[in-house]
Every structure is written in C-alpha cells, then in structure tokens.
C-alpha cells in the first residue's frame, strides 16, 4: 500500500494542504496569544474570571460558523471552490490588521472582534476545502487526504498554540505576533493561486435556503447523518479541552505557560498521529469499524486523567511548576502520556467519519452537505462553550468538566457500537 504522503507531491492536493495550514495556524496563533494573555492577567479583564472570558472567547470564533456555513455551501456548490478560497484568503489579510490595532491596543473588546471576523473567514472556507476534496483526489486517497488535511490542521493548532503562548509573556511580543501573522496569511494567499480549478456541477443552478438545506441532509443516507453528528461530537470534545488547556494547567496542576504549550503539543501531535493512522489501518476504505472502540478509549482516558489531576500535589505557595518539574514527577508522566492516548483516540474517531459524508453525498450539493455537517460541528463548539461556562457557574473544577465530557463520549460509543452493527457501511 502506497504511503498517504505521496500526496503530497500532487499539485492537485498540495496547494490547498499549505493554505489550510495557514489559516488554522493564524486562527490558533491569534487565539492562544489572546488567551494565555488574559487567563494569566497580562491584559486587564475587570473582574470577570478568566475562564469565562475564556469560555466567551470560544464562542464568539465559533457563532459565525452557525449563521454563514450554510450560505457558504451555497456559494461554494455555485461557483469556483478555487475562487472562492482565494477571496477568503485576501480578506484573511485585512482581519491581520485588526488583531494588530487589538495587541497593541491591548483591547479584549477588539481581540474579540477579531475572532468573530476570523470566524466569518474560517466559515467560508471549510465547506469549499473539504468538498473540494473529493472533487481532486480519487476513492481510494480519500481517507489519506482527509488524514493529511485534518492532521495537518492540529499540526497547525500545536505549533501556532505553543507559538502564541509562548511568545505572550515577551517584551517584544506584541511586534513578533503582528509579523507572523502577517507573513504566514500572506504565504497562504500565495498558496491559493496554485490550487487547481474546482467547477461547480453545471446541473446545481439553484439558490438553497436554509429549510432547503435541511431537506437535502434528510435526503441523505442514513450513514451520512449518523457520521455529522458524530464529528459534531468530536468538535465538541476537542473544543471543550483546547479551550480550557489553560486554566487546567495553572488552576488544576498549578503549572506555568510553558506546560501549557507542552501540553497543547501532546494533545495536538496525538490528534494528529490518530488522523494519520487511519490510512494505514483502514487501507484506503472508508470504513467506520473502528469509529466506537475509539470513542470507548476517550472516555477510559477521561476517567483516569480525571483520578491524576484529582491527586496532583500541590506546591509550594506562589510557586508554579516548570516543565523540568512537572515531567520529572511520575503523575505529571502519566498524566501526559493518558492525555495522549486520549488524543490519538479522538484523531483515530473523526477521519472515517469526514470521509465517510464526502464520499456519500450527492456531487451536486456535497459543499452544502459539508457545509451544514461545518455548522452543526459549530453549533457543538458553542454548545460546549456554554456547557461549561454553565457548570464553572456551580464551581466545576476544569477537571470535572473533562470528565463528565468524556462520560458522555463512552456513552456515545456504545451508541455508535449499536448504530454500527446494525451494519451502516457507504455504498460500493
């Protein structure tokens, strides 16, 4: 079996891999800065507990996904997918200055205000990445290059979340944000002129309301429905830990925002290793045998990083542990290593589903299809945002909200087992 990374080479698929990389990693670059700066006090949030603003931050980048995927389907089903990424690309480029005038102004108002433009942006492209997909890969490259893609995505949240951390606490921080930021959305403008054409079915010539575009998701296969909702779910989970990872790292295992960017790297890197071990297993098939046994490990995993974090020890008073610190104790390797097991489980679950409403929907509103699975995955961020600012009101611990998601994910599996059985498989 030919190795997934062949893909790379293909001009049909490189371009759109380099500027998806891009944007996920300005996306994530943004957002760990502006996080790591208000949930450790570098920006002044009044009295409003961090992980609120946290939680708010969440969902202001999430909300445009709910209201602009589905017209972005539209668009994307009508029109040029390569045109069309092309323009979000350019717009990407004027939101750049926005987060500038928000850094050095200092502003939680403005870096908000950023984020929703961002996700204005991110909403339009998504339906036309991954219904361009199928359009330039074959059958048989469609779980590799959903596995790049997708892999390469978290690849991008690691290394922009570490970077955007890392570089938060620096004096010259702000000026070394603003350039990256600039540089890297300008190589993915640059990348998006090289990605090949992507015509539109001829026969698609109508507009698509919203109550039209439910319609076409209950026309269907049942498999198709099945496998939103499950990557809904995934979303669900990932936003859930992502957006907590730093509140967990200082409140709950009082460490410093250095192992917070390691802990961003396990979570991500795992994800990503899960992505990419789909190909080799699955042997190119679309296939979802494996989907429940991974959602079974989440939760296995959930529960014992719930029990280690419950008996971290404490430090001494003002004190936060270091990263030589933290891995030189056993918990903390433990703890590390659980998290991403976990992570590799939620990256082994998500491909075969993605693939799976690709392969399955009709060619004349596979961007529709996809952009409505995009806002229902939406709609589960913000549901998750609001989840847990919902039990952080009840004095939920950041540990006790991984758990009770994880609960819910190994009872999501035993759903899925029996779904699965029944024999829901995509057609030959």
Excluded at 29 to 35: E, G, N
Excluded at 151 to 158: E, G, K
Aim: charged letters at 15%; glycine letters at 6%.
């Amino acid at each position: 079996m030919e190795s997934q990374f062949f893909l790379l080479k293909a001009e049909r698929f490189l371009p759109l891999f380099l500027t998806q990389f891009a944007g996920a990693f300005n996306d994530n670059f943004a957002k760990a800065f502006y996080v790591v700066m208000v949930a450790y006090g570098l920006w002044d949030t009044g009295s409003t507990k961090p992980e609120i603003l946290v939680s708010i931050a969440a969902a202001i980048f999430i909300i445009p996904f709910i209201f602009v995927a589905p017209i972005a389907g539209t668009l994307a089903d009508r029109i040029d997918k390569a045109k069309l990424i092309r323009l979000t690309k350019w717009v990407e480029v004027l939101i750049v200055i926005v987060c500038a005038v928000a850094i050095y102004m200092a502003s939680v108002h403005i870096a908000f205000l950023s984020l929703f433009l961002l996700g204005v942006q991110s909403a339009v492209f998504g339906p036309c990445k991954f219904s361009l997909l199928p359009q330039h890969l074959r059958r048989e490259e469609l779980v590799a290059g959903n596995a790049l893609a997708s892999s390469s995505t978290y690849i991008a949240i690691l290394s922009g979340s570490m970077l955007g951390a890392f570089v938060a606490p620096l004096q010259l921080g702000r000026e070394l944000v603003v350039g990256v930021l600039a540089l890297v959305s300008v190589i993915g403008l640059i990348a998006s002129y090289k990605i090949p054409p992507a015509i539109p079915d001829p026969t698609n010539l109508r507009n698509s309301s919203m109550r039209l575009d439910v319609k076409l998701i209950k026309g269907q296969p049942r498999a198709v429905w099945l496998a939103i909702l499950g990557t809904a779910w995934f979303y669900f989970i990932a936003a859930s830990f992502h957006a907590q990872f730093p509140v967990f790292t200082k409140m709950s295992l009082y460490a410093n925002a250095n192992v917070l960017a390691v802990f961003m790297a396990i979570f991500s890197t795992g994800i990503a290793v899960g992505g990419l071990l789909n190909h080799r297993l699955l042997r190119g098939e679309v296939s979802l045998k494996f989907v429940p046994w991974a959602a079974g490990v989440i939760g296995v995993s959930g529960f014992i990083l719930y029990k280690l974090t419950s008996a971290f020890p404490i430090p001494l008073v003002g004190k936060l542990y270091n990263v030589v610190e933290f891995v030189t104790m056993p918990k903390g390797v433990l703890l590390s290593l659980d998290l991403f097991v976990l992570a590799v489980a939620a990256g082994f679950y998500v491909i075969p589903l993605r693939a799976l409403v690709q392969e399955m929907a009709s060619e004349a509103v596979r961007a529709r299809v996809v952009s409505l699975s995009n806002m229902c995955e939406a709609i589960f961020i913000l549901a998750s945002a609001l989840f847990a600012g919902f039990l952080f009101s009840y004095d939920f611990k950041v540990e006790e909200l991984y758990l009770t998601i994880c609960v819910m994910t190994f009872i999501m599996g035993c759903c899925l087992f029996i779904s699965f059985s029944r024999r829901v498989r995509p057609k030959r």
